[in-house]
């Protein structure tokens, strides 16, 4: 995935991040819990298939809550 594809995606999906808060890592897989730009009333959720890693989640109230494993 290049970074058009990337910057394209996060627009479509209202993914801008501001900074991670939480972290929980474990043999490639993690759940994180981060600060974003965009303020969601109703959760909107999201999913990508990367070349290196494929993470899903929800942005809510300006939070993004995201499960991320490594290929």
């Known amino acids: 995935m290049t970074s058009e594809q990337y910057e394209k995606w996060a627009n479509e999906n209202d993914i801008f991040i501001s900074k991670v808060y939480y972290r929980i890592t474990f043999k490639g897989m993690g759940l994180y819990i981060l600060n974003s730009f965009k303020f969601k ?27 991320q494993w490594n290929r």
Request: aromatic share 40%.
């Open 41 to 67: 009333l109703f959760p909107k959720f999201f999913y990508m298939n990367g070349k290196y890693f494929t993470e899903c989640g929800f942005n809510w109230l300006g939070w993004i809550f995201e499960f």
